[in-house]
């Protein structure tokens, strides 16, 4: 079932690439322009936009170790005529992963689903007002009356069902919101994240079932034009201090893999105080690499983040919790990335933990 469901689905697609009709209208795709973020409003889908994704990432404390976890949705809006009325045509594709990093059991697990938004498929949907994303009967969504997120993924790789509970505001990246992503103004998008979600629920695998508890990280970002021809991808993290604080922080990286073409990061401190970092002031350093032994790609997945000048400047170390957390998503998203739990050191003390997430390190990544 779950092969004839993503043959349809890249039939679909691959409709995409044949010569259009002549009456056949591209959709117009809007850029990102900044305004201000409106809730609950803009915690729900925004269509119109070419790509949006809603990324939960987290540590969980299990009976056998921590282990790390990603739950991922993502909404692509397609260049289909958008007045062709046929419920088979794809305008939005759908795609979800579901991620457990667990070094007691010594391997990444992974799954993921892929869908055309609106094929008649009653598990398969995206709200406007609010939260709630599914595909195939995998979702995510939103409580408007207490702002929690209940995640479920049901798979024979693995099963989740939890819990992530705010407790603290939302955290506004970029401007208010506004993202940039180079250096041209359209290179940008809505994005904010929810850090310092308390996780509670359960996960499952091989007929075991066991109860977890941690601390997640939520982003939710969506955009029309984020790469230039000139861009790869992109590092990222995103971490949950200890002592109460955020940060995240990414580079855009040139074709080259060394130039910088745009970079930013946002802290929160413990007090609630926020600072914001600029290209000049975002540095990674690669301290080691993993190569995967299936797609021989290298990736630094050990390396030295640096925010500001001198001798005020912060320095942190990033250490994966596995080597090994590559992703193959060629059968939903097309793509093959690391995204990986890591523990944030400073003078060799562990003050954080989150998500760790290298793009374009296989193939340069094409949104």
């Known amino acids: 079932m779950r092969r004839r469901r993503m043959l349809q689905l890249l039939g679909a697609a691959g409709c995409l690439l ?8 591209a959709p117009a795709f809007p850029p990102v322009q900044p305004r201000a973020l409106v809730f609950p409003r803009d915690h ?14 987290g540590w969980l404390e299990t009976p056998g170790g921590p282990a790390g976890f990603q739950v991922t949705f993502f909404r692509s809006r397609t260049a289909h005529d958008p007045a ?26 992974h799954a ?6 609106g094929d008649g498929d009653a598990a398969t949907k995206f709200a406007l007002d609010d939260t709630t994303v599914a595909v195939q009967g995998w979702s995510l969504r939103r409580d408007a009356a207490t702002g929690r997120y209940a995640a479920t993924i049901a798979d ?14 939302l955290l506004l990246q970029g401007d208010r919101g506004f993202s940039r992503k180079g250096p041209r103004p359209d290179q940008a998008s809505h994005y904010y994240s929810q850090p310092q979600l308390a996780v509670s629920g359960a996960i499952g695998f091989e007929g075991k079932s066991l109860p977890v508890h941690g601390r997640a990280w939520l982003d939710h970002e969506w955009s029309t034009a984020v790469l230039d021809e000139e861009s790869v991808g992109w590092d990222w993290i995103g971490i949950n201090l200890d002592d109460g604080g955020a940060l995240m922080a990414f580079r855009i990286r040139g074709r080259d893999g060394i130039s910088v073409r745009w970079a930013s990061a946002r802290l929160r401190e413990a007090d609630g105080r926020e600072r914001s970092y600029g290209t000049e002031d975002v540095r990674f350093e690669t301290l080691a690499t993993w190569r995967s032994s299936r797609t021989g790609t290298n990736y630094p997945v050990r390396s030295r983040l640096t925010l500001g000048q001198g001798a005020a400047a912060l320095r942190f170390d990033i250490v994966p ?9 060629r059968l ?36």
């Open 18 to 25: 044949l010569p259009r009709q002549a009456t056949a209208a």
């Open 44 to 57: 729900g889908t925004h269509p119109e936009y070419r790509t949006e994704w809603w990324y939960a990432t």
């Open 84 to 109: 062709n009325p046929s419920r088979f045509a794809p305008h939005q594709l759908l795609f979800a992963h579901a991620a457990l990093a667990w070094p007691g059991h010594g391997r990444l697990r």
């Open 112 to 117: 993921q689903r892929a869908s055309r938004g």
């Open 156 to 169: 024979s790789e693995l099963d989740m069902a939890l819990t992530l509970a705010p407790t603290q505001p």
């Open 321 to 329: 919790l596995l080597e090994d957390q590559e992703l193959d998503a």
């Open 332 to 367: 939903s998203t097309g793509a093959v990335y690391w995204e990986g739990a890591v523990s944030l050191r400073r003078d060799g003390q562990t003050v954080g933990r989150g998500y760790l997430e290298l793009v374009g390190y296989h193939r340069p990544m094409k949104l």
